[in-house]
């Protein structure tokens, strides 16, 4: 409960001191101080220490699972507030109502890690949603983000139809909203019950861009700021698979035996389309926004796969990717050219940066020794567990391949190719995080267990 | 006893040394150093084996085996680097370090006219030839008979490409060494066969455990040796590479294509009698081939202008004579014919490269002619030589041709008919070439012939020796019907001969006869060729039936067309076809595959938001419809996510 | 301790060398790490079986049930022998080349080094897996920055073939994983595994595409000759001489007592592609106008004959292989040393533009005729004795194979001969080709590596004997 | 029939024709005044159901609040029926069926659910639907959503703020 | 009243709006038919909880069950008020720029 209060106080502060503070830099101080607290606070939560002691009713139930899922988002938000704090100053005037709605975020972020209750879920996902349909708004004069705005806003609302659906049959079966599984024993589920399972499977999978829903995905990512994209494909994207896990985990675990099939479909799907559309691609950015994509379809194997495994897996698919991402969207930001091109020669210009890129992308593309390799073999290994050892698998591991490709097309251009970058000079806090989180990934990448052994100690 | 029979390992050691000096320090030696070291360390091999021999010859003597270390030790078999010493290697031992060393000596002279350090090359490869010679014929297994195998391959590869500057010598020398790994390829294989039937490769083993092999083993092991055999003793098909092996320096062809390297294949047969004995199939095969070989030799042979072309188709042809002598049984004839052939043969060579050494390198005959009068030691020799090839008693060849020769009539009368008749063929070219050669008038430039003159005395000497033997060589071997029981070569080999039931024994009267027929032909032949080209040397270019002649059969274009130049389009086909469009563009066309999907699906996310929504619907609408109504597509859905 | 020394000391001593400065520092600290690396895998040699120093095993990740367990038996031993060896040799013998950013290109070559020792020394499936990707990644980086005209896409082709074949292994991991009774990935648990039935061969498909990708076996070849030839020759030796027998090295360590049944109803057919492989190769290899491009595809025809001889379930063929592995590396690693210094003097590898070298520099020409002969398994050299061994466990396994096989022993005379007469043979005068100088350093490998070809060509005893550990249990494993 | 049906029925009939006209007017004001009527029926089912609460509620925030804002924004905007191209006829013709399949499909999923089978909605009778009980569970068991929607409010404000506001410096 | 007849009103209801959003090209329109579909969804949630309620209702005239489906009406009208001020926000930041609210307009971002 500390988490969801305290985000939530944080942001009004935020907003609120917006009208008192004129210098726009030092929003992101009280914003990295605020979070470093809210981490602090969620560690704590997590082993007993609430400050408030609310009773929770059959709405939330705070686990290990979700605060260690909290806690990751909340770090990463640390460290993107560090890289990209500079950034976010330059999106437009109203910087505190930015940071504002990253804490509402994260508000909506602790909520769906935390929910048994489908009412809880649906006001989490808009908690999240509607900050973001404001933040890729947010540079109103750029008509790009403008389209990027309202693309996701129809479609979110669109979506959150749908969901509303799903959620009202689930009602009409069950009389209530909750997702605990309510008996030991699995009943069938019934027509309209997987129905409704059906509509909030799309809902979700629309909101962590599986396909066939994930067509806001490229435009979005690439329309709104470089900054809030690199907020919205990491830390909320993971957090709605929080979401997404819960949902599946618990009562309808087994959605009439149909699940597997329906979503080993989406991934499928999800990997080819975010794959393959990202080879073609020209922008380092909308390629990284089908990367998101790509990796999405991989942590849809938790969902699939809905095991030990595969919350262990997905903990640390999520920090990986989370990590990777942020870094690289860190760096990108602050490029002048997004194409493939811009990068040609950075290694010469910056070479601790490429340095840092390179290990990220690496992490993506899942080579072993950084975390994200770890991550993609606790993703494969939860659903072999399953015991269906099929296509699935194996198009997953085609298209991880096929991910290599553009990943590396980035590295060829910073290492392999000759040209001139014109580069900000970057601070030694902005050099020391990217080293710091190349660190990370490649310590997790060797030893995960100094994340996972959380969810157990 | 025994005593130098065990020290049978410096035999080869010394070969090997005096490679490793020549090979290692050929910068800083002199050329006297180097020839007397090249020289010295055959002669040393010369002096062990002739000691070795006296041991051997002495009654009572048993097979010594030299065990040095283990080669080869796994769990199925071991290999041992071993070496036998018997009544048939220590034979072999002589001809080879005698008349090596008698080439060696040859070529102190007659080479040195190279700079230093090439000089030294030619003897280390000199001396690695007689090395891989000993190893071969010393080893106690064919394993190590197969290092040797090889490794007088090699030599051969070198040394005919001696003179690298000249492409067509290096062509040569690969043509050489290839056709010499066909036929390895042949024995390797035999190998194996014995390896995977007998786990053992040890002569002594082999041939004590042949019992249990079945007869189509032991005829297809037998035929895989004798195909190495007849890679390494040119016979058909693999002979081309011979007279090509021309190439190399004389005494290299004197010691290499004439008296040793080329014997291999029949010392290997010799060897494995025992199994060929119970092989009549490859008996016959291998009798048959080599009575090909030696009519066709003879034939392109009648053709032939060059000189040491002459010689070498005579090598093949003598060779193809060892091999019917192999196949009708007469091990022993074989074995005599080797050793005769040895002496005229390298007496042929060294005479010829005498001459050639004299007109500066000219090798055509037509532009020879009345040599004899300035050259007198090497006419002399010469000629006794090609009598003693062409069958002429009492010189050494008519010995051993006839012992050979009655065995085929033995056989088979065709056999005999053809090998009589390539015997007047023999007769024929060989004093074709002797009389365009020395008699006559000179025919070459006048510079040339102010050059003219006899060789030196490091060149005569081996020349007058192996003169001598050529004209006695033959005593070793007397026929029975001569003097019974005075057959001496085959008194001592007869341990290792395997005991075939007694031939039928030909009548003195039928013997007389066929001694008659073969030298009267022979002599015929010797008669026409002297009257016909001492006087008027054929000069204008073949035609007709002698044009084909003298492009060998197009054996070569045959072989060319037929197996070289299809290799090369294959290759190139593999190259440039499979390898580029198919096998690497399956490869790229994944990649492009991919690529092209992106292109194409990409155009899904046209940008507009209905469709997008107009997507979702659809796909929801699919998958309500997949899980409610699905049931019918369960099959194809279970392979997809299962 | 002696495997994780193996390890850590190139991937330290890597690291290191990012920082430092001066070229000449990083080239002598290369050449010092690595013969520290080569001291002690000597030393291993001396240590019998069962010697506590030759293992390693510490807690790593629970979760995945797998643990750093590295150990060292016999064929273990050989081929960290061979790395080890490579390594130093490679320094010396290119000392003279000159690097633009030298201390990354020594780092990247030293981590490949701990990713090849690690791969040969993990007995922990995928502790293994985890270094079989360590050692590919220092070598991309490595061809993409240093090698030649069109080193991107090409290397880029080099590592997605690889990698992707490395997915399907680490797909067959997953499904051994859960196979295991205590769901370990550790070798003594796996090698007694039994699958049901039908799986095993998907099982034995998933991971041998891994490791024929990586010999490679045909068809899965044709990223090699494009590799070697773009890539740094430096690299290329590594590749080469070391990298290739990874894949080797797999199928022996894992593939086939893992899986024995299915190797043993797949042998047919991974023998038969192999088989085609060595003659596929050995016929284009006769068409090629480059060196480092004819060195390649023989490389491919020798790996295809170890292939060939390592389904044989023969304990000869399995001796031969191992053998091999030491020979071939050694001897392709000269072959590449000339290569280099060649192509570095006279800048052309092209046969059509060279010739008469052995006019000029008659030293080299013999070191290289050696190596040469021995590329054709020349007895006396080393590679005789590995391909006869293996052509022995050929031949019992099938006649016919054997002797199609053996056609490649012809072909290989053929071009490398014909290499030999290009490059050496002829007149120098046709051609304006510089005198190619030995620096002392090359000179002194290549002498040394002919010395080693010889030795163990005349001597193999102590190297059969050293694998022979191995191959005793490997058969009883398979059989 | 009864009155109840009486009322069911013509307020169905009402809220599907209003839904139509809503996607079938040209004039956005007309859809607007369509999707009044609109929740005029959805009210009156709700009256049917005892749910006076949400009827007003509906009422006040829907056709009160909510479409006054987007009557004012068409104002704004002063759009009318010229200044809207129509879809691609195949467009919407896609539109459409997919619209149509889904209905079908949910329908008859939802129709051959069988524990639906017999099941009826309470009408006139019950009192959930009175404030007084609404109002009670909300502060009671639903305050932490309620508290929590709040959030929502605030961001939507800020939103509002942000993205409402003119004057921001940087060029595109 | 059966339920079906709830259930399949609010679906057709909730349909036309899913056939609005795909017809149309004005934005405003669209988000109008978005609307329609919430309230499609919440009509059938009253209807549940009528039909839950009636249940309980047979036994205890007082009960409560059923109640949720009301509250959670109440807090979809919450979220979506706060969605069409945003939402509206953003139509006409939109309008401000390019003096348009038609979605086949928006094409800057494809493929």
Known sequence: MNTIILSAVFGVVLMLSGTFIDNKSSFKYIAGIALVILLALNIADSYGYAIFNIKTGNFLHFTKFGFLFNSICIASTVLYTILSGKDIENVGNHVAEYFALIFFVLCGVSIVTAYTNLLMLFIGIEIISIPLYILTGSDKRNLKSNEASLKYFLMGAFSTGIMLMGITLLYGTNGNFSVDRVSIEIQPLTYLEVLGLILIFVSLSFKVSAAPFHFWTPDVYEGAPTVFTSFMATIVKVAVFAAFIRMFETRYGNMGGQTDRLIG????????????????????????????????????????????????????????????????????????????????????????????????????????????????????????????????????????????????????????????????????????????????????????????????? | MNQFSHLVYLIPLFPLVGFLINGLARNSLSKSATGIIGSGVILASFVLSVLIFLEVKSPGFQPVIVN?????????????????????STLWLLIVTGIGFLIHLYSTSYMHSEAAPHFARFFAYMNLFVFSMLLLVLGANYVIMFIGWEGVGLCSYLLIGYWFKNNDYNYAARKAFVMNRIG???????????????????????????????????????????????????????????????????????????????????????????????????????????????????????????????????????????????????YTGAVFHVMTHAFFKALLFLGAGSVIHAIHNEQDIRNMGGLKKYMPITHITFLLACLAISGIPPFSGFFSKDEILAAAFEHNVIFWIIGVLTAGLTAFYMFRLYATTFQGTFRGTPEQEHHLHESPSAITIPLIVLAILSVVGGFL??????????????????????????????????????????????????????????????????????????????????????????????????????????????????????????????????GQVGNYILLMVLSLVLMILLIFYGHNLNPIINWITK | ????????????????????????????????????????????????????????????????????????????????????????????????????????????????????????????????????????????????????????PVTFKFFIYTFVGSLFMLLGIIYVYYQTPGHSLAMSQIYNLTFPDGRENYLFGLFFIAFAIKMPIFPFHTWQPDTYEQAPTAVTMVLSAVMVKMGVFAVIRWLLPMFPDASHSMSHLVILLAVIGMLYASLIAIKQDDMKRLIAYSSIAHIGLMGAAMFTSDAAAMQGVMFQMFAHGINVLGLWITADVIE??????????????????????????????????????????????MFSGLFKYNVWLAAIALISIILAAVYTLWMVQKIFYGDAKDSNLPVVILPNGTRLMLMILVVVILVFGVFPQPMINLTTDTVTKLIAQIK | MSIVQILFWFLSALALMGALMVVISKNPVHSVLWLIVVFFAISGHYVLLNAQFLAIVNLIVYAGAIMVLFLFVIMLMNLNSDTEPQKNNMLKIAGAISGGSLMLIMIDVVSSST???????????????????????????????????????????????????????KAV | MPIQYYITLAIILFCIGVVGVLT??????????????????????????????????????????????????????????????????IIVMMYRNTHSVDINFLNRLKN
């Open chain 1, 265 to 457: 479909l989406v991934i499928i799907l999800t990997l080819a389309f975010g794959n393959l559309t990202a080879v073609f691609q020209q922008s380092v950015k909308r390629m990284l926004a089908y990367s998101s994509i790509a990796q999405a379809g991989f942590m849809m194997f938790a969902v699939y796969a809905v095991n030990d495994a595969a919350k262990e897996g997905l903990l640390l698919y999520a920090t990986s990717y989370c990590l990777a991402t942020i870094a690289i969207f860190a760096v990108l930001v602050k490029m002048e050219d997004y194409s493939f091109e811009g990068f040609n020669g950075f290694a010469k210009s910056q070479p601790l940066l490429a340095g840092v890129l390179v290990v990220c992308l690496l992490s993506l593309a899942g080579i072993p020794l950084t975390s994200g390799f770890l991550a993609k073999y606790y993703m494969l290994a939860a659903a072999i567990k399953t015991g269906s050892v099929g296509i699935i698998v194996v198009m997953a591991i085609l298209f991880a391949a096929v991910s290599v490709y553009y990943y590396f097309r980035v590295i060829q251009s910073m290492y392999f190719k000759e040209g001139d970058v014109a580069y900000p000079a970057v601070s030694g806090t902005f050099k020391f995080t990217l080293v710091l989180i190349a660190v990370l990934i490649i310590a997790l990448g060797i030893f995960p267990t100094l994340l996972l052994q959380f969810l157990y100690f």
């Open chain 2, 68 to 88: 040095l270390f283990d080669f080869i030790r796994v769990t199925d078999f071991t290999i041992a680097f071993s070496f036998r010493v018997d009544q048939l």
């Open chain 5, 24 to 89: 149309r090209r004005n934005a405003i329109i669209i988000f109008m038919c978005i609307e329609l579909m919430l309230n499609a969804v919440n009509l059938l949630l009253v209807a549940f909880s009528k039909m839950i309620n009636g249940h309980a209702f047979a036994s205890d005239q007082a009960s409560l069950a059923g109640m949720d489906g009301q509250l959670f009406v109440f807090f979809i009208m919450v979220v979506a008020a706060a969605e069409v001020s945003v939402g509206l926000a």
């Open chain 3, 1 to 152: 301790m002696i495997p994780v020394l193996l390890i850590l000391i190139p991937l330290l001593s890597g690291f290191i060398t990012f920082f430092l400065k001066n070229e000449r520092t990083v080239k002598s600290w290369a050449l010092l790490s690595s013969i520290a690396t080569l001291i002690v895998s000597l030393f291993s040699l001396g240590m019998l079986q069962g010697n506590n120093q030759l293992t390693y095993d510490t807690q790593w990740l629970p979760l995945l049930g797998s643990r750093f367990t590295v150990s060292l038996d016999g064929m273990g031993k050989m081929i960290t022998l061979l790395t080890a060896i490579s390594f130093p040799v490679i320094f010396a013998a290119t000392y003279k080349n000159t690097y633009s950013k030298p201390a990354s290109f020594y780092a990247l070559m030293l981590l490949s080094q701990a990713g090849l020792m690690g791969v040969f020394c993990a007995a922990d499936l995928l502790l293994f897996y985890f270094f079989w990707e360590l050692a590919l990644i220092p070598v991309y980086f490595l061809s993409s920055i240093w090698g030649g005209e069109r080193r991107i």
């Open chain 4, 115 to 169: 524990e639906l089978a017999g099941k009826s909605a309470l009408v006139k009778d019950g009192n959930i639907g009175l404030i007084k009980n609404l109002g009670r569970a909300l502060f009671n068991e639903y305050v932490i959503p309620f508290e929590i929607s709040s959030i929502l409010f605030l961001s939507a404000m800020v939103g509002a703020v942000v993205l409402g506001r003119k004057g921001e410096a």
């Open chain 2, 184 to 330: 390895d390829l042949g024995f390797l294989l035999a190998v194996f066969w014995l390896l995977a039937k007998l786990g053992t490769v040890d002569y002594t083993e082999v041939f004590a455990r042949v019992a249990t092999l079945s007869t189509f083993d032991i005829t297809a092991i037998t035929m895989l040796l004798f195909v190495g055999a007849a890679g390494k003793s040119a016979q058909i098909p693999l002979y081309t590479w011979l007279p090509d092996a021309m190439a190399g320096p004389t005494p290299v062809s004197a010691l290499i294509h004439a008296a040793t390297m080329v014997t291999a294949g029949i010392y290997m047969i010799v060897r494995s009698n025992i199994l060929y004995s119970l092989a009549p199939f490859t008996q016959a095969v291998v009798a048959t081939i080599g009575l090909a070989t030696a009519l066709l030799a003879a034939t392109i042979a009648i053709k032939q202008n060059d000189i040491k072309k002459v010689l070498a188709y005579s090598t093949v042809s003598q060779l193809g004579y060892m091999f019917l002598g192999l196949g009708v049984g007469a």
């Open chain 2, 477 to 606: 071997g007397i026929p029975e019907v001569f003097a019974p029981d005075s057959h001496w070569l085959e008194h001592f080999l007869s341990p290792l001969i395997a005991k075939t039931e007694p031939a039928h024994l030909l009548t003195h009267a039928t013997e007389y006869m066929l001694m008659g027929v073969s030298v009267g032909i022979a002599l015929i032949a010797i008669l026409i060729a002297w009257t016909r080209y001492s006087k008027k040397p054929e000069m204008e270019e073949a035609t007709g039936a002698g044009k084909v002649l003298a492009n060998k059969w197009y054996v070569d274009e045959l072989y060319n067309s037929v197996i070289a130049v299809p290799i090369q389009k294959l290759g190139g086909f593999l190259n440039n076809i499979i390898e580029k469009n198919v096998i690497d563009g399956l490869v790229n066309a994944v990649g492009k595959g991919i690529q092209y999907a992106g292109r194409q699906i990409r155009l899904v996310q046209s």
């Open chain 3, 344 to 389: 570095k003097q006279t800048g052309t590898r092209k046969f059509s533009e060279l010739g008469g070298l052995a006019q000029k520099s008659p030293t080299l020409a013999i070191l290289f005729v050696t190596m040469a002969l021995a590329n054709i398994a020349l007895p006396l050299t080393n590679a005789f004795i590995g391909e006869f061994l």
